[in-house]
């Protein structure tokens, strides 16, 4: 298994920067596919971005596509969400989230219970 720990969350103003990043721990980081998810208050859980195995495979939600960019460093065992012209709407608890897969070249998955392992979230705030 796999912990995961997330940090880079804060205040920020609408049109700012912000990188995310998810530290994990074990010799296994490579054999997961990771995803960041978010969750707003009063809001369901949702998808925000994923990338696969190797790193190769990236799938965004529409919302943040063009702003947001997810990377990896299988090396380092971390993953990372950067996150620029930030919106109002960015606002939530942002999680990171490890699925086991198979496949070094599987692409990620865009539903959260298909992952195994979550951190435990990083507050971002974006006021207007």
């Known amino acids: 298994q796999v912990a995961l720990v997330e940090s880079g969350g804060g205040l920020i103003q609408a049109g700012g920067s912000l990188r995310l990043s998810c530290a994990a721990s074990g010799r296994t980081f490579s054999d997961y596919a990771m995803g960041w998810f978010r969750q707003a208050p009063g809001k369901e859980r949702e998808f925000v971005a994923g990338?696969?195995?190797?790193?190769?495979?990236?799938y965004y939600a529409d919302s943040v596509k063009g702003r947001f960019t997810i990377s990896r460093d299988n090396g380092k065992n971390t993953v990372a969400l950067q996150m620029n012209s930030l919106k109002s709407e960015d606002t939530a608890v942002y999680y990171c989230a490890a699925e086991r897969v198979a496949s070094y070249y599987s692409p990620p998955h865009v539903h959260g219970d298909e992952y195994d392992y979550w951190g435990q979230g990083t507050q971002v705030t974006v006021s207007s």
């Open positions: 990338i696969g195995r190797s790193g190769s495979n990236t």
